[in-house]
Antibody, heavy 115, light 107 residues
Framework: QVQLKESGPGLVQPSETLSLTCTVS????????VSWVRQPSGKGPEWMGR???????AYNSALKSRLSISRDTSKNQVFLKMNSLQTDDTGTYYC?????????WGQGVMVTVSS | DIQMTQSPSSLPASLGDRVTITCRAS??????LRWFQQKPGKSPRLMIY???NLAAGVPSRFSGSRSGSDYSLTINSLESEDMAIYYC?????????FGSGTKLEIK
């Protein structure tokens, strides 16, 4: 069945770079797009960007200067890298597949930006 | 960016009530509107897609509607399992944007 799972460090120092991996199973990254969504604790979600099935990417303009999304189709993985992290980047980061009429989400990974 | 103005932010309601949550889009988004339900410690769950279509496995007491730039989620005959935070999302134009959320709680 379709599954997505985020992984990465739980703690990142301010000004450092966040690297997260979304490992998917049950589908091919060359057939479906995957988005990253983050959610500060107690706040609403924010769409960060998308890796299209054809390898193209789209980014939230508010994050574009700091954000990079890439993939390794042979490993069924999508990567998120965001630099210059600050405390307000703290939150839960999700990868998700949005079909026309259904969606699949990872369990999320909590990231804390703190020294 | 398209702003999604969601109201109310908090909605106390009793079991069996009919409740409505609304999102207003700052620009035309067509029917590219989704509603999500989120419970504490859980990932969001799609409830409505295409503004008015029920996602798979969602109870029929949930419904979505549109009037111009106003999009609504209605829950008929509220049940305890419906207590959660609800978010709208526009995916017509990048960046996709969420509403600020409505916390549905027992009165």
């Amino acid at each position: 069945q379709v599954q997505l799972k985020e992984s990465g460090p739980g703690l990142v120092q301010p000004s450092e770079t966040l690297s997260l991996t979304c490992t998917v199973s049950g589908f091919s990254l060359t057939s479906y797009s995957v988005s990253w969504v983050r959610q500060p604790s107690g706040k609403g979600p924010e769409w960060m960007g998308r890796m299209w099935y054809d390898g193209d990417t789209a980014y939230n303009s508010a994050l574009k200067s700091r954000l990079s999304i890439s993939r390794d189709t042979s490993k069924n993985q999508v990567f998120l890298k965001m630099n210059s992290l600050q405390t307000d980047d703290t939150g839960t980061y999700y990868c998700t597949r949005w079909d026309y009429d259904f969606d699949y989400w990872g369990q999320g990974v909590m990231v804390t930006v703190s020294s | 960016d398209i702003q999604m103005t969601q109201s109310p932010s908090s909605l106390p309601a009793s079991l069996g009530d009919r409740v409505t949550i609304t999102c207003r889009a700052s620009q035309d988004i067509g029917n590219y509107l989704r509603w999500f339900q989120q419970k504490p410690g859980k990932s969001p769950r799609l409830m409505i897609y295409g503004a008015t279509n029920l996602a798979a496995g969602v109870p029929s007491r949930f419904s979505g509607s549109r009037s111009g730039s106003d999009y609504s989620l209605t829950i008929n005959s509220l049940e305890s399992e419906d207590m959660a935070i609800y978010y709208c999302l526009q995916h017509n134009e990048y960046p996709f944007t969420f509403g600020s959320g409505t916390k549905l709680e027992i009165k």
